[in-house]
């Protein structure tokens, strides 16, 4: 059977370990995101402190760094005086900082070893900046999408990442703008997440069952899930994702909290332990979430390298 980037890690029904929130890591040190960039900011003005944040979730046992594109586009770079060469070059850079991390941290430890760098593909909503991505009401279609998709995907697919990360997508439509695109780039792989509402629907008001099969249908999606989701819904999530595909099943709740787009400031309980949710959900809710069938586990939005330690503790046992 052919080798995809997920396999050798997933080998022997290993489980993989991704990391958190790179902009959690990142305003934990220091570094201010109120831009509407947001992490993005940093591969211009403070490149190395995007290789730090990816060096302490390695060093938490994360096994995928994922880049600092989630909010990077040519409309949200040009918006900013930034010409279509320079943010291509950005969009490089954000791949070779998790790379350079990778780097570092094989040296640290003198092994090879095997972590992957996904790069980062964010809705149209993360764009805007206005919080968008959690309804995906855009007023668009899905050949509008594609269209504001495809310089980016193009790029990044190009890039030297292991794969692509397609998260955050709030809205059936949007996938069907991404899954169209992969079928553009035979030689991509990408993991596809749905960010839901609930625990039967995406944050557009969808079947998540419909929004699976579409995933399951690409051949250039080699593993679907869920993310930057609250965790109560994961467990269900995940059953309604076994039933609908064979690919390897990935999960990277929120910390629990809901995004004042207004504010620009996370509403709830705060803290690294998947916050607003019982002290225990690491230890029981990752493991009910690996016997309903997820392979790859992470965290998103105010999960730090706190809490991927104690998943990856999980994950292992």
Same mark, same amino acid.
């Given at each position: $059977?052919?080798?995809?980037?997920?396999?050798?890690?997933?080998?022997?029904?290993?489980?993989?370990?991704?990391?958190?929130?790179?902009?959690?890591?990142?305003?934990?040190?220091?570094?201010?995101?109120?831009?509407?960039?947001?992490?993005?900011?940093?591969?211009?003005?403070?490149?190395?402190?995007?290789?730090?944040?990816?060096?302490?979730?390695?060093?938490?046992?994360?096994?995928?760094?994922?880049?600092?594109?989630?909010?990077?586009?040519?409309?949200?770079?040009?918006?900013?005086?930034?010409?279509?060469?320079?943010?291509?070059?950005?969009?490089?850079?954000?791949?070779? $900082?998790?790379?350079?991390?990778?780097?570092?941290?094989?040296?640290?430890?003198?092994?090879?070893?095997?972590?992957?760098?996904?790069?980062?593909?964010?809705?149209?909503?993360?764009?805007?900046?206005?919080?968008?991505?959690? !309804?995906?009401?855009?007023?668009?279609?899905?050949?509008?999408?594609?269209?504001? !998709?495809?310089?980016?995907?193009?790029?990044?697919?190009?890039?030297?990442?292991?794969?692509?990360?397609?998260?955050?997508?709030?809205?059936?439509?949007?996938?069907?703008?991404?899954?169209?695109?992969?079928?553009?780039?035979?030689?991509?792989?990408?993991?596809?997440?749905?960010?839901?509402?609930?625990?039967?629907?995406?944050?557009?008001?969808?079947?998540?069952?419909?929004?699976?099969?579409?995933?399951?249908?690409?051949?250039?999606?080699?593993?679907?899930?869920?993310?930057?989701?609250?965790?109560?819904?994961?467990?269900?999530?995940?059953?309604?994702?076994?039933?609908?595909?064979?690919?390897?099943?990935?999960?990277?709740?929120?910390?629990?909290?809901?995004?004042?787009?207004?504010?620009?400031?996370?509403?709830?309980?705060?803290?690294?332990?998947?916050?607003?949710?019982?002290?225990?959900?690491?230890?029981?809710?990752?493991?009910?979430?690996?016997?309903?069938?997820?392979?790859?586990?992470?965290?998103?939005?105010?999960?730090?390298?706190?809490?991927?330690?104690?998943?990856?503790?999980?994950?292992?046992?």
């Amino acid at each position: $059977m052919p080798v995809n980037a997920l396999d050798p890690l997933l080998a022997n029904d290993a489980v993989l370990v991704l990391d958190g929130g790179l902009g959690t890591e990142l305003e934990r040190r220091g570094a201010d995101l109120t831009d509407p960039l947001w992490s993005a900011r940093l591969l211009t003005d403070d490149p190395e402190a995007i290789v730090a944040a990816h060096l302490a979730y390695f060093r938490a046992g994360a096994q995928v760094a994922t880049t600092a594109s989630y909010q990077a586009t040519f409309q949200g770079f040009a918006a900013r005086g930034i010409d279509h060469a320079a943010a291509t070059s950005l969009l490089r850079r954000s791949v070779e $900082m998790a790379v350079e991390a990778r780097r570092r941290y094989r040296l640290e430890i003198g092994a090879q070893a095997e972590l992957l760098v996904a790069a980062s593909i964010g809705p149209y909503g993360a764009m805007l900046a206005d919080g968008s991505e959690y !309804h995906g009401n855009y007023g668009l279609g899905v050949a509008e999408l594609a269209a504001f !998709h495809r310089p980016r995907l193009a790029v990044l697919a190009s890039s030297g990442a292991d794969l692509l990360a397609i998260e955050t997508i709030p809205s059936i439509d949007e996938g069907r703008a991404l899954v169209e695109l992969l079928a553009e780039l035979p030689e991509a792989e990408a993991w596809l997440s749905f960010s839901c509402a609930d625990g039967g629907h995406t944050r557009h008001g969808e079947r998540i069952e419909d929004a699976f099969e579409l995933a399951d249908s690409s051949p250039g999606v080699i593993a679907l899930g869920i993310n930057c989701t609250e965790p109560v819904y994961v467990e269900e999530l995940v059953r309604r994702a076994a039933s609908r595909t064979a690919k390897p099943i990935v999960v990277y709740p929120n910390g629990g909290e809901r995004w004042n787009a207004a504010g620009r400031s996370w509403s709830g309980e705060g803290g690294d332990l998947l916050p607003g949710q019982p002290a225990d959900l690491v230890s029981t809710g990752v493991g009910a979430w690996l016997a309903a069938g997820a392979r790859i586990v992470g965290g998103c939005c105010r999960v730090g390298p706190g809490t991927i330690a104690r998943i990856a503790t999980v994950a292992r046992s």
